[in-house]
């Protein structure tokens, strides 16, 4: 009698009955997401794998343009050093020249002062 008087009770006593078969289904539901979980990491581990050769790749990649250019550096540096070489021969020729244009004028200064 005291159960009827309140309005909920009957819908409670249901729920409490569909505890244990709610129960157990979740305990599948659970089960099969368990699957469907270790299915999904399954994927993204191979997925990762692909990633990995593609990283292997990119580092392959780099070591060969690291290669190419510290070549290339060489043959600038080459290049550079034979530029300036050629430049030095040209400020050696230009400081040849006005020390012989210094001793000429200053031979011309003392030869006038003496015989002039």
């Known amino acids: 009698m005291l159960l009827q008087l309140f309005v909920y009770a009957l819908p409670i006593m249901e729920a409490l009955e569909m505890e244990g078969p709610m129960t157990e289904w979740n305990d599948d539901r659970l089960d099969e997401l368990n699957e469907r ?17 593609r990283f292997e790749q990119v580092d392959e990649h780099f070591v060969r343009l690291e290669g190419e250019m ?18 030095n021969d040209r400020l050696d020729r230009l400081y040849y020249v006005f020390i ?4 000429g004028l200053a031979g011309t200064l003392l030869a006038n002062g003496i015989w002039g």
């Open 37 to 53: 979980m270790k299915e999904g990491f399954a994927d993204v581990d191979k997925r990762f794998e692909q990633v990995d050769k």
């Open 70 to 87: 510290k070549e290339g550096f060489r043959h600038t540096d080459q290049r550079m050093e034979a530029g300036f070489e050629r430049i």
């Open 100 to 103: 012989v244009t210094l001793a």
